[in-house]
């Protein structure tokens, strides 16, 4: 039988000025009702396997979908006559809508039924992204309304799954399923391109392209239904009891903002989601520009347009993507036990090793298409090194309790300042720039790959974010650690204090070092 979210004290661990770590003179028991009174949830191996590969399946349609569009974004242009600002507006709102919603799928998340929210938001997503495929030439705008509406329902989702599983392993086998759950994330992204281009291809209509992973998604939304548990918070970490305590949403903010891992961690995942957001959807539409320039090929005037760029970047997407997670949780665990701070320093070295291979890449697409293929491989290889292991770090250095709100500020943030503006960034300095030479032919191309140059740049700062982290990453994981464990480290001198007994009116707990 799946956990139910009762009703529970509002029991609040405090997060200002008296909040400290160090030695923990209260045990967890303080904060729980006793082992006796507690209903204790047991979910089998084999149910939390096969809820990872559910949420898995839809982590893959949700990415899949996402970049279908960029897929068959010539074929958009040319329906609906838009420029290159105007096609990226179809990313920019559908990312705002997101990060603006994924604040309040955090505070639900942390406080009733998951698997409740996820139905939902599922739901609102298959209604939405269906609808988007029957819009007409003259209602660009309703397309743009839909395609804002497909972020709430992604929203709800992005934000709950990984702490489902969070809650469902521990240790290596977290970083495990954490892995398998991320690496979906570039093979739905580049099976978006390709599947989007595919069907335009067949059916000679972009429209089709849409309308695969909400009727897919179906299946997905009846699996989550029926296979996936509601895990109890924390009950990884704590054989199955949970962690019960509640406090309020500025307590958790608080708590967030003075964690320093957590804080410069989010501000490396900002600059990759702004990396991946502008390569993602400009780099078919880059090299398909590039052919026109060499006179590989002719210049699209009527859909449905040559897709080659979008299946072969597609792929590449799909290669780098499982390579590199698998290659960058290898090394956190090899690495684990000798570099206590290894997560950090494997997502700096991802992105400023491939901050240069980018740079590269952009100048040389106007001379070779098969070289610029081999420096964008090895620079979505070094990027895909971060995916596995950002998230991994966002789950041991916040509490149990405090996840879905960690994921969601995160996620607020890293498309806020990431890939919700990079495409629409990169769109209008490229407009700005081919209207200073309206009457060459090529300068299209080079307007892109010109308004292209802030990716590396970004990249070598995300590395920067990603070298501060690992300055704090030791101490804020063990922190972590105590707070769910319950367990203290005395200090000499320090004596024993009997637990805090907390009744069910509202009372802070102060820890001391």
Avoid at 447 to 475: N, Q
């Amino acid at each position: 039988m799946e956990p139910k979210d009762e009703p529970i004290p509002r029991w609040r661990v405090g997060s200002g000025s008296s909040l400290r770590y160090g030695a923990f003179v209260n045990s967890l028991s303080s904060l729980t009702p006793r082992a006796e009174e507690k209903e204790k949830v047991t979910i089998s191996p084999r149910r939390a396997y096969v809820a990872v590969a559910v949420l898995c399946y839809i982590n893959l349609l949700n990415y899949s979908e996402r970049y279908t569009i960029a897929g068959v974004l010539p074929n958009i242009q040319e329906f609906f006559q838009i420029s290159d600002s105007m096609a990226a507006l179809i990313q920019t709102v559908f990312i705002s809508s997101f990060l603006l919603l994924a604040p309040v799928f955090g505070y639900l998340g942390d406080r009733y039924n998951r698997k409740y929210i996820m139905i939902g938001g599922l739901s609102v997503w298959l209604v939405t992204a269906a609808g988007s495929s029957l819009v007409t030439k003259s209602y660009f705008w309703l397309l743009m309304l839909l395609r804002a509406m497909v972020g709430i329902g992604e929203a709800s989702y992005s934000t709950i799954a990984p702490t489902i599983i969070g809650d469902l392993f521990v240790g290596t086998k977290r970083s495990a399923m954490i892995l398998v759950f991320y690496l979906f994330i570039p093979v739905g992204s580049g099976l978006g391109y390709i599947a989007g281009a595919g069907v335009a291809a067949l059916t000679g209509d972009w429209h089709w392209s849409l309308r695969i992973t909400p009727i897919l998604g179906v299946v997905g939304l009846v699996l989550l239904v029926f296979l996936c548990p509601n895990p109890p918070r924390g009950a990884a970490e704590t054989h199955g009891e949970g962690v019960k305590v509640e406090s309020s949403y500025q307590e958790d903010v608080k708590y967030l903002l003075k964690n320093k891992s957590y804080v410069w961690s989010s501000l490396g995942v900002t600059a990759t989601a702004f990396l991946t957001g502008a390569l993602g959807f400009w780099t078919p539409t880059f090299l398909s520009r590039a052919r026109v320039n060499q006179g590989l090929q002719l210049l699209c005037v009527k859909e449905p347009c040559d897709s080659t760029d979008s299946y072969i970047f597609g792929a590449v997407t799909v290669v780098t993507g499982i390579l590199g997670a698998c290659l960058g949780s290898g090394l956190s665990r090899w690495f684990g036990e000798k570099v206590p701070n290894v997560d950090p320093l494997i997502c700096a070295v991802g992105l400023l090793g491939a901050a240069p291979c980018l740079f590269i890449a952009i100048f040389v697409a106007s001379a070779s298409i098969p070289t610029t293929y081999v420096f964008i491989f090895i620079g979505e290889l070094l990027i895909s090194l971060n995916w596995a292991v950002m998230a991994d770090i966002l789950l041991y250095v916040v509490i149990p309790t405090r996840r879905s709100t960690a994921e969601a500020l995160q996620i607020s943030v890293c498309h806020l300042l990431g890939d919700a503006g990079s495409p629409y960034l990169v769109g209008v300095i490229s407009d700005a720039l081919r209207r200073t030479k309206p009457g060459n032919p090529s300068w299209s191309f080079h307007s892109l790959k010109y308004s292209l140059l802030v990716c590396p740049f970004v990249g070598i700062l995300g590395g920067l974010f990603f070298l501060m982290t690992s300055v704090y990453i030791t101490e804020d994981r063990k922190k972590a650690a105590l707070l769910v464990e319950g367990t203290s480290q005395p200090q000499q001198g320090a004596t024993s204090e009997p637990p805090v007994e907390l009744s069910n009116e509202e009372k802070t707990l102060n820890i001391e070092s």
